[in-house]
């Protein structure tokens, strides 16, 4: 919807904002004009995109905003049935400044109205945001790092529990005499918590490696338009390697996706398909005057810690050795510059500017560095001068 179609729509509710003076227009929003104010803190459950407030006073409204300034990115003032109030976002979140001794009525009516300009906005721009994002004019948010601490947390804690000893029996019954009677013990207690936790540092690292292939992208000869980034993100993790290396040709790329997916297969799909491999591998199947044999016979070994956990620890040592190995390979592969670039914690644009002046940094690891360098400085002077 287009926002003079908002705006004749919305005539009726939109007449009730109005402009202050310029008086009442201060970048101090601690005071409204000559008026004392107070703050009142905005939920980020009822605005949890506070720029739509912003959008929908600025241009549905046609109200002035001001700012950024230290610690405060937007405000604006103005007048809702006379009463004068500002809305700002600053440090610590969305706030509304008031006249002093305003009613807790007059309070809930201009929370109300605001509530009611965040939709109109919302309702203006939906089309907007489906046509940007089907070109790929999108900012991800770098979350590579939420991925990859837990994917560590996971690894090291089962580190800890294979390597801790046999758990001490626990007494539980006694006779007349005082003497021990029964005791409880659990001796594969933290190998059994060992392979819980090893089987969730693999779920960790794939989730980490879908989000990584998507981050590289923008170092790469990917077109994000005609909605190919939407496309490229719905695919499985496997299709998403094999789109941005060329298995058949390049054996490095080859031996890594091999690895990636034996993984994948004798570990981490088990887990998380209720303990079923493919095609019934899993299954014992039933021989006469013998018993039920597993249906992979010789290809997997059967090791008694198998019975007690699906990851031993034989089997972790040998997922991080083989992780290990996969991440070496990014590093000095055709995406080095991207990985380096999602580590540094940045956000990944994809627009077309961006994207070339990501392929002109990748062009020597000291260019990439001052490009990061510098993109960071950015970021903290947002975050320290605009909020």
């Not at 549905?60 to 009463?83: M, N, T, Y």
């Not at 991080?320 to 990944?348: H, M, P, T, W």
Request: charge should be negative; hydrophobic fraction near 40%; charged fraction near 25%.
């Amino acid at each position: 919807m287009k926002i003079d179609e908002v705006k004749k729509e919305a005539a009726l509710t939109l007449a009730e904002i109005s402009r202050v003076s310029e008086t009442f227009a201060s970048p101090v929003p601690e005071l409204l004009g000559d008026v004392p104010s107070e703050r009142i803190s905005l939920s980020p459950q009822d605005f949890p995109v506070p720029e739509l407030i912003l959008f929908g006073l600025r241009k549905l409204c046609d109200l002035k905003s001001w700012g950024p300034f230290e610690k405060l990115r937007w405000g604006i003032s103005a007048q809702f049935r006379k009463v004068q109030f500002s809305v700002t976002l600053q440090q610590f979140g969305l706030h509304l400044y008031i006249p002093v001794g305003t009613s807790a009525d007059m309070q809930k009516e201009i929370v109300r109205y605001l509530q009611k300009i965040a939709k109109l906005a919302e309702n203006c721009l939906r089309d907007q945001a489906k046509l940007q994002i089907e070109a790929g004019n999108v900012t991800i948010e770098n979350q590579y790092h939420r991925f990859d601490g837990a994917y560590q947390f996971f690894r090291d804690r089962a580190k800890l529990a294979y390597e801790s000893p046999p758990a001490e029996p626990v007494p539980f019954s006694w006779g007349k005499d005082g003497k021990q009677t029964g005791w409880s013990q659990q001796p594969w207690k933290y190998q059994i918590e060992g392979g819980y936790l090893a089987a969730a540092m693999l779920d960790a690292y794939f989730s980490r490696l879908e989000h990584l292939l998507v981050l590289v992208l923008s170092f790469t000869d990917f077109e994000p338009s005609s909605n190919g980034l939407v496309e490229f993100v719905g695919k499985k993790w496997g299709e998403k390697f094999q789109a941005i290396f060329d298995v058949r040709s390049d054996p490095d790329a080859a031996r890594t996706f091999q690895q990636l997916q034996e993984m994948k297969e004798m570990v981490r799909n088990p887990m998380s398909h209720g303990g079923f491999r493919k095609k019934g591998t899993s299954f014992l199947f039933h021989l006469e005057d013998v018993g039920a044999l597993p249906g992979l016979l010789t290809k997997e070994p059967r090791s008694f810690e198998l019975w007690i956990t699906p990851v031993p620890q034989r089997t972790y040592e040998e997922l991080c050795k083989q992780l290990d190995a996969v991440d070496a390979f990014f590093e000095r592969s055709k995406i080095a510059a991207g990985v380096r670039y999602a580590k540094s914690g940045l956000n990944v644009v994809f627009s077309a500017d961006y994207r070339a002046a990501y392929h002109e940094a990748s062009e020597s690891l000291e260019d990439l560095e001052e490009f990061i360098r510098h993109q960071g400085n950015l970021t903290d002077r947002h975050r320290n001068m605009d909020y």
